[in-house]
Every structure is written in C-alpha cells, then in structure tokens.
C-alpha cells in the first residue's frame, strides 16, 4: 500500500559516526543540504481502501477539571458540599456568621449533608452569610442573565435572603472609607454587580430560583456568589439558623440547554467535526474501587437526587454531568456515542469474577443500553423520556471497561466474554470493543492506548502499514497523545501528532477510529494542594474566563476537516532520517538496558482524494527546522491544476505554543498556492503541518 524508502544522504552514511561526536549539529546541516530531494509518489488510480467516516472523533472523562470546572456550565464549586466531609471547602463566611457541615438535616438520602448558618448576628449594616469563588473564579460579562438556584431552610429565620454577585475590587489591611455602591467586608472590597432577593425562607427544605442580571461591566473573573441575611432571626436564646443544598448559578449555556454546557469550549469541539464521543472513561469510568466505578443509575434524573461520586483523579464529582448530558453532548456537535461501560474491574485492582457475581454488572450494561436506545415502551427508555429526552439516540459501539491488561487477577477474558455474550444476545448490531486481548470471543474493535514522545511517535508512524489485515477485529486507538508539552503540547507535539494522523489516516481501513486524550485541562492552577491539573499535555486549555486549542487541537482539526473518503496508494524515495537514542526504561524501579539508537524518518506525509469533488488532500510534515524542498509526483490522475490551496500551521521553535495569554500563537494560515501539477517541487518549511489541496480536472 505505502511504501517509504528511508536514505540518509551518501555523506552521512558514510561518516555517520560523527553523529555521536561534538559537531555533529554542523554535520546534520551539511548533510541536510547534500541529501537528494525526497520525492513522495501519489498514484491517484490506485484507490487502497476507503477512509473510515469515524476516523476522527472524541474521549473524554473527569480529569483536570474537564466538566466541574470545565465543559459543565456549573459556576459554584461543591454546590453540594460533599467535595470534603470534614469542612466546606471552597466556601467561606461572609460577615460574623458561622458556618458547619451538618449531616442532621439532609435534603435527602443522596444530597446527605448540609450546610449550616448561624444568621444571629446578622443585621442591616453587617449582614451574614455564605460565598463561593467558583472553580478558580466565576467569570462574569456584561448584560448577561445568570440564573441562581438553590434548596433552603429555616429555623427561627424566615428571611429575606440577597443573592449577589460580587466582584472583588481589591484587598485592604486597613479599613476603607466605602464610597456610594461599594461594600466593605474585612479584608477585602467588593463591589455589588447584580443582586436579587429572596423574601422569605420556609422551615421545610425548598428550592429558590432567581436571575441575576449583570449590567454594562468589564468582562472578568474575580468574582463570588454571596447569600446573606440581614436579620439575625433570633428570638430570645433560639439563634436563627438557615441550611443550604445545592447553591447553583449557571451562565447562558450552549444551545441554551438547562443544565447545560460551556459555549466556548464547545464551540473548540464542534469546529473539529468529531464523529463520536468516547466516555465516560478511562480511568473514570472504572473509578479507584468499585463503589467509586462510573455508576450511570446514580448519574440521571433530576440533579438534587444525584449523589455524586470521588473521580479516580481526587476530586469530587457532583455527576451533575451525567448520562444524559453525555448523550446530549453528543447530539448537540452530532457525534455518535461510543459508550464506556464498567466492567467489574477497578483501579485498586478490585474485580468481579466472571460468573453470577458478574451478573448484576452485566445487567446494568444491559439496562445502560437501553437507557440510550431503548424507545418509550421499554423501562429504561421511558426513564431517559421521564428525564426529558423521549427519542431514542443513535448507538453502534459498546466498550467493555478500560485498559483492562492492568486487571492482574487476569479475568478479563471471562469478563469481556460475559458482556459480549450478553450484549450480543440482545443487541446483535452493537460492535463491541475489547480493552484487552482475549481469546474467547472476538471482538469487533479493539482499544489500543498509546503515550509517547515525538521521537516514538515519528518511530511508530508506519507501524499498522505492515500489520496484518483480514481478520474480524478493526482496531480503536481510544487514546493516543505525543507527550511534549505541559499544560497542554507544544509544536513538538503537534508534529509528532501529525506523523501518527498520517499513519492512521493512510491505515483507516484497519485503524477505524481514534481519539486523543486526555480532552481537557483546567490551566488555573497547575501545580500545589489544589491542582487544576492531573494530567500534563492535553488538548485544550481553559480557566474561568477563556480557553484555547494548542498546537495539537489544531493539528488535529485540520486532519479531521481536511480528508478525501478514499485513500490514495504512495511511495516515496530519498525520505530523510534522524538518528534517535531512545532513553532507557525503568521497570519495576530497575533501569533497563538502553535501547539501540533508531533511524527515524523526518517527514511524513499521506494522500486521500473526494470521490466527488475529485480534491486530492496530500498531507505532509516536516519536522526539520531547516526548510525541505519535496518533489510530489502524480500518476495516474486526470491532470492537476496549477492552483489550489494549502493549509498550514507552523512554528519558529519546536517549544513554540499557544497558552491562556497567548491562545493564536500557532494557528493554521490558508493561503492560495501556485505552480501545482503533475510533477512539481515544493519548499515544505521548517516544523510545519501543511495539508495541500490539489484539484484534478
Ligand atoms: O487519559 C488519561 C488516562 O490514561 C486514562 O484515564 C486512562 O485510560 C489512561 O491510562
């Protein structure tokens, strides 16, 4: 299909030891300029198969805050106070108020803890009351209507109760004189930007709704919800109290779904055009035991009955963002679900037998499906109509658990074959997707992970060009990322991506779908006790306020949005190499003996054509940071036409990259090009992606 003959130049196969001296730099230039001009041969005639529809699509799970914090519209952190059972974190008191976790008067049996106030010493001058600062800041914008909810209420207080949004002007040691519209709490100046009251507070457990309404404000990050009382409710020795339940403030979502999602960041998304969405894990859906797994029945219907659940990455998870509001993602950026379900093995090495231990597991599967398939007259597709959401959603693939080769008690095969069997059983269209190798049964796809530097992603990117086809089992690269890069990947990585895209790309007919990973990372705080980030090298990057794409997202997007439905055959001659001395591995605590050093090719490239159109998309990489002229020779087509278009994203430094000050460093340029045809020589520059676009007559 593609075959790539990989020369280094005649100098530097005869003086290739000067490589491992001082000077070698200057001997790669030399021998950089005596290489003979790699040649790439598109044979536009020879169709090798068809590029898969579901090549390029989405994975995500709860890490570095990617919903609480992150996609999820929720602006208050731990609105259900359960995020640390000793002390409510990320709250704080406003005034001489006092506040306590109460466990007495819950609001429920899932939402089992409270948050008390003592309002006594509440008055009209000093009020009293909670605050919240949001997932590192709660971002607020002009003429924008947010709407704030929450479950109250009270003994021996009554109200009223204000709900505002203050921004925090500045700090103070010393008292302030307070200038008309500015309040003074100790320590700190706050200026009141939307406010609304609630007049009376029940004894009994209710919920209050109100919209706050910013006016003409900058734009900014540094702001809080309060809730505060200005009568002490006490009466003789009862001091007035009042508890708190899921205190919630939502700005205008995506699609204004209620319950809904972070405009921006979906807007990054669905400029990718994914074709699905793998959830709900990773290591999220496994969780850390298996009470901590990814329990779907405790992650629908109304939100207060949710109890939420700890993420393998240490943090809370309210599962506000549940089942539904996947399968709602998935609609709204119309990706097809690939749905992740727990397979009786957790990350502390906890697992379920194969056997009638298993069962209730493979029936929560079972029920799972049906939740996302079944139509209204079935018990679980009548729960998701109940939920809000009568159609039935499109699903063709089912994962069984998640990198399940770390399970050592080795029961993968028995578990793998347990789902299969029952789900097949029922749902004979569903593909299903092995985690693990296994020997039972054969699986439709199976989930292949793969982390790596630049070096060994460019090493591997011929890798399934050889791999045997012909069997049942297509391949899913669930979660593949070069690892160059932090908080998210710098160009580097974006090279080494785009050598691999062009690997899968070249290879879809066996390598049907892929998805980067990790998504998501909050870049608030990377580092310390309260770390935004568990996972170095992600995709996009966010605080409060904005987010960005880094060089890989866009790397990826211009892959995903730029491929013909067919792939065309190639060969290459003269491809340049660099020499590569991979590092060695640790094992058990025991380095490992150092691997051989590698010749690696430097450029890479793939070619797909639109049947219709007759567009030719030639993808090629340069990963040198010299400039390498490459001479593209076409057979077999009807004729180029000397114009068409190119895309490309490039960088002066391989460390070069976008970030949350500078999110359009590296950005793709479209420009028009010139002097294209049947055979012709174009300049590729230094660590550049660029896509070609060639029309043929
Ligand atoms: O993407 C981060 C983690 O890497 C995933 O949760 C897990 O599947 C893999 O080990």
């Keep these: 299909m593609h075959q790539t003959r990989f020369i280094r130049s005649q100098l530097a196969a005869r003086l290739g030891f000067l490589l491992m001296v001082p000077g070698a730099t200057a001997f790669a230039l030399f021998a950089q300029t005596t290489n003979p001009v790699p040649v790439l041969h598109i044979k536009a005639d020879q169709v090798t198969a068809r590029v898969s529809p579901t090549l390029y699509g989405l994975m995500t799970e709860e890490i570095n805050y990617s919903y609480e914090g992150g996609l999820y519209g929720e602006l208050i952190r731990n609105r259900t106070f359960k995020a640390n059972q000793a002390n409510p974190v990320f709250w704080s008191v406003v005034g001489k108020g006092a506040i306590s976790l109460d466990t007495n008067r819950p609001l429920n049996s899932a939402l089992n803890v409270s948050l008390r106030l003592d309002t006594g010493k509440a008055s009209e ?64 100046m706050t200026e009141t930007i939307a406010t609304a009251t609630v007049p009376k507070i029940s004894g009994r457990w209710q919920k209050y709704e109100l919209t706050l309404t910013t006016g003409d404000i900058e734009p900014s990050k540094e702001n809080r919800l309060v809730i505060s009382a200005t009568k002490p409710g006490t009466f003789f020795n009862k001091h007035g109290e009042v508890w708190f339940q899921q205190v919630s403030l939502f700005p205008p979502t995506y699609n204004n779904r209620p319950n809904g999602n972070r405009p921006d960041l979906m807007q990054l998304l669905a400029e990718m055009h994914p074709a699905f969405l793998r959830f709900p894990g990773g290591n999220y859906v496994e969780g850390n035991t298996i009470a901590e797994r990814f329990n779907w029945k405790e992650t629908i219907g109304d939100t207060s009955q949710r109890p939420g659940h700890r993420s393998p990455w240490g943090y809370w998870s309210t599962d506000g963002f549940g089942l539904l509001e996947y399968l709602e993602w998935c609609e709204d950026l119309h990706m097809q679900p690939v749905l ?14 194969p056997g009638t231990n298993l069962d209730s597991y493979v029936q929560d599967a079972l029920d799972e499906i049906e939740y996302v398939i079944g139509d209204a007259t ?18 063709n693939y089912v994962e069984i658990g998640n990198e399940d080769e770390f399970d050592r008690s080795r029961s993968y095969d028995g578990r793998f074959t347990q789902f299969f069997d029952a789900i097949k059983a029922k749902y004979s269209n569903l593909q299903i997707i092995a985690t693990a190798r296994v020997t039972s049964r054969e699986p439709d796809l199976m989930d292949e992970h793969y982390y790596r530097s630049q070096e060994e992603m460019e090493a591997q990117s011929h890798m399934y060009d050889t791999r045997p086809r012909g069997g049942k089992t297509k391949v899913f690269v669930g979660e593949w990322a070069t690892r160059v890069g932090s908080p998210t990947p710098n160009m580097a990585g974006a090279l080494g991506d785009a050598a691999w895209m062009c690997c899968m790309e070249r290879n879809s007919d066996l390598v049907i779908m892929s998805s980067y990973a990790p998504l998501f990372v909050n870049v608030s705080e990377l580092t310390g006790p309260d770390h935004s980030m568990q996972w170095r090298s992600d995709l996009i990057g966010y605080d409060a306020m904005t987010s960005y794409g880094s060089p890989s997202y866009y790397a990826q997007k211009m892959f995903s949005t730029h491929h013909g439905d067919v792939i065309l055959a190639t060969d290459s001659e003269n491809i340049p190499t660099y020499t590569w001395h991979p590092a060695a591995r640790r094992r058990n605590g025991v380095e490992q003996a150092r691997p051989a050093p590698r010749e690696v090719p430097s450029l890479f490239f793939d070619a797909t054509r639109d049947s219709q ?28 036409e000397a114009e068409g278009e190119a895309v490309v994203l490039k960088a002066n430094s391989p460390e070069d990259t976008n970030s949350i000050q500078e999110p359009t460093r590296i950005v793709p340029v479209t420009e028009t090009v010139d002097g294209l045809g049947a055979d012709f020589t174009r300049e590729f520059p230094p660590y550049s992606i660029t896509i070609l676009q060639l029309k043929t007559q």
């Design 125 to 188: 001058n000093a009020p009293v009351g909670i605050a919240n600062g949001g997932y590192w800041g709660i971002p607020l914008r002009p003429n924008t209507a947010y709407h704030a909810s929450f479950y109250a209420r009270g003994e021996h207080f009554k109200g009223p109760l204000t709900v505002s949004l203050v921004h925090v002007v500045d700090s103070n040691s010393v008292t302030v004189k307070t200038p008309p519209g500015v309040q003074v709490f100790p320590g700190e």
């Design 340 to 353: 992740a379900v727990y397979a009786g093995y957790s990350l502390r090495q906890q697992h379920i037998d």
């Design 378 to 395: 079935t018990k679980w597709g009548a729960q998701r109509a109940k939920d809000g959401h009568p159609e039935p959603f499109i699903l």
């Design 613 to 640: 159109s007759g567009l030719i998309y030639l993808k090629v990489v340069n990963r040198l940071s010299t400039s390498q002229p490459v001479e593209i020779q076409f057979s077999g087509a009807p004729a180029v």
